[in-house]
Structures are given as structure tokens and as C-alpha cells.
Nanobody, 112 residues
Framework: QVHVVQSGGGLVQPGGSLTLSCTVDERSLEVFLVAWFRQVPGKQRELVASQNIEGRLKYGDFVNGRFTIFRNNAENMAYLQMNNLEPEDTGVYYC??????WSQGTQVTVSS
């Protein structure tokens, strides 16, 4: 059993920034591909960003350079830094490990 723990999220104004954090209990994050997904209202769950164990990065087309995925192996943490947020980014964001194990998700709301 892989227990994925996510934190961060909340309410932010358009143009603002948020950072989501992810870790895993009793295991090293280094052995996992880390991915962030989101589910926005009216759409299917979609990939936001991913980083494999070799460090290769992939971003959803909608990111347009606004988000950055990175990890700190010494802290056993992975992050999604989101800048210049738009109302269309509102949704539930999930951390995923190995394209298999999911966090509980957290709400991100971008609104004035």
C-alpha cells in the first residue's frame, strides 16, 4: 500500500500563485514518477505535469509556462508551483505516483 499525502491549495485571486506539495509515507519518492493531475468542472481528469525518475518533464498544453513541477529528494517532497493562475484553473488537483497511486486531492479555486 502506497499512501500519498498532499497539501496546499485553497483560494487565490486571478494572477496569484499557489504551491502544492506531495509526499509518500514510509517510502522514498525517488523511485516514483511524480505527476499532478486536475479535474476542472465539466472536464475529464487531465495531466498537469509529470516528472519521471530520470527527471524528464512533461506539461499539459494549457500550462503555457505558468507551472513548474519539481522535487526535493532530501526532503522526500514533490511540488507543483503554480503562477499566474486563471479562473479556468479552478478544480481539484491530485498528486499521483507511478501513474498508479493517488492522493486525496485538494481544491484550488481562482476567483476574485
Amino acid at each position: 500500500q502506497v499512501h500519498v499525502v498532499q497539501s496546499g491549495g485553497g483560494l487565490v485571486q486571478p494572477g496569484g500563485s499557489l504551491t502544492l506539495s506531495c509526499t509518500v509515507d514510509e517510502r522514498s519518492l525517488e523511485v516514483f514518477l511524480v505527476a499532478w493531475f486536475r479535474q476542472v468542472p465539466g472536464k475529464q481528469r487531465e495531466l498537469v505535469a509529470s516528472q519521471n525518475i530520470e527527471g524528464r518533464l512533461k506539461y499539459g498544453d494549457f500550462v503555457n509556462g505558468r507551472f513548474t513541477i519539481f522535487r526535493n529528494n532530501a526532503e522526500n517532497m514533490a511540488y507543483l508551483q503554480m503562477n499566474n493562475l486563471e479562473p479556468e484553473d479552478t478544480g481539484v488537483y491530485y498528486c499521483n505516483l507511478g501513474l498508479t497511486w493517488w492522493s486525496q486531492g485538494t481544491q484550488v479555486t481562482v476567483s476574485s
